[in-house]
């Protein structure tokens, strides 16, 4: 079973940056995507971004041109550039890895902007 560990996230200042990191323990066969998601107190988890193994991205209106996303294929990790953050993105965000066989999270980091 593979296995997704973030790192990366904390506390920081409105118009600050922080990069997340997720790294999954093996590697997995055929194409996949990889994404990050969020979760706010009281909120549904939410689509932040997103990147296929054949690096199309995808992005939720709220962060395009602030956030980024990117995957190291060779150290089976992705990554999300966060910056000029904002209150509003704080929240708990969630690595996900899909493919036609394997649908699979993380635990969560925690990323708190104040203002």
């Known amino acids: 079973q593979v296995q997704l560990v973030e790192s990366g996230g904390g506390l920081v200042q409105a118009g600050g940056s922080l990069r997340l990191s997720c790294a999954a323990s093996?590697?997995?066969?055929?194409?996949?995507?990889m994404g990050w998601y969020r979760q706010a107190p009281g909120n549904q988890r939410e689509l932040v971004a997103s990147?296929?193994?054949?690096?199309?991205?995808t992005y939720t209106d709220s962060v395009k041109g602030r956030f980024t996303i990117s995957r190291d294929n060779a150290k089976n990790t992705v990554y999300l550039q966060m910056n000029s953050l904002k209150p509003e993105d704080t929240a708990v965000y969630y690595c996900?890895?899909?493919?036609?066989?394997?649908?699979?999270w993380g635990r969560g980091a925690l990323v708190t902007v104040s203002s």
């Open positions: 996900n890895l899909r493919s036609i066989y394997l649908n699979v």
């Open positions: 093996r590697s997995t066969f055929g194409s996949n995507t």
């Open positions: 990147i296929t193994s054949g690096g199309s991205t």
